[in-house]
């Protein structure tokens, strides 16, 4: 029976662009940081001569965490389709905040560009029926990242 999402696997452009986004910016804190190389990961991924750069991020108090990879040789594509919010797969990752307004406040100061102002949810959410308010920005590698405030 699965437990809880362990975590989450982002393949990136740049391995420092993207730790500074998600180490500095989004304030998230770096766990572990490794080349992964060798058979098993050849066997795991199906790809020969496997080198790629990993680094996990923890959140605090919680257990899903966040994994960036970038492989440092290899083909890998990336497609437009993946920009807009009706392809099927994966859309967005959602962060969940205490105070949106400050934490928008720092995007902005940080130079993100938000798609909005926080947006209220019309109706309750959960089943605590909490109210919600949101708001949509990009990673540097166009990933749709949501942050979101919980209250009652």
Request: charged share 30%; aromatic share 10%.
């Amino acid at each position: 029976m699965i437990q809880l999402i362990d975590h989450i696997n982002l393949v990136v452009k740049d391995i420092d662009v993207s730790r500074r986004f998600y180490g500095e910016t989004l304030g998230l804190t770096e766990s572990f940081r490794k080349i992964l190389e060798g058979d098993w990961v050849d066997e795991v991924t199906g790809i020969e001569d496997v080198c790629a750069d990993c680094v996990f991020y923890e959140f605090p108090g919680g257990t899903t965490r966040i994994e960036l990879l970038h492989f440092r040789s290899g083909s890998g594509a990336s497609s437009d389709y993946n920009e807009l919010p009706d392809t099927i797969g994966v859309r967005h990752l959602a962060f969940q905040v205490d105070d949106l307004d400050t934490f928008v406040t720092h995007l902005r100061e940080q130079g993100v560009h938000l798609y909005s102002e926080p947006v209220r949810v019309p109706f309750p959410v959960g089943r605590e029926g909490l109210t919600k308010r949101l708001c949509y920005f990009r990673d540097p590698d166009g990933v749709l990242l949501e942050v979101a405030e919980y209250t009652r």
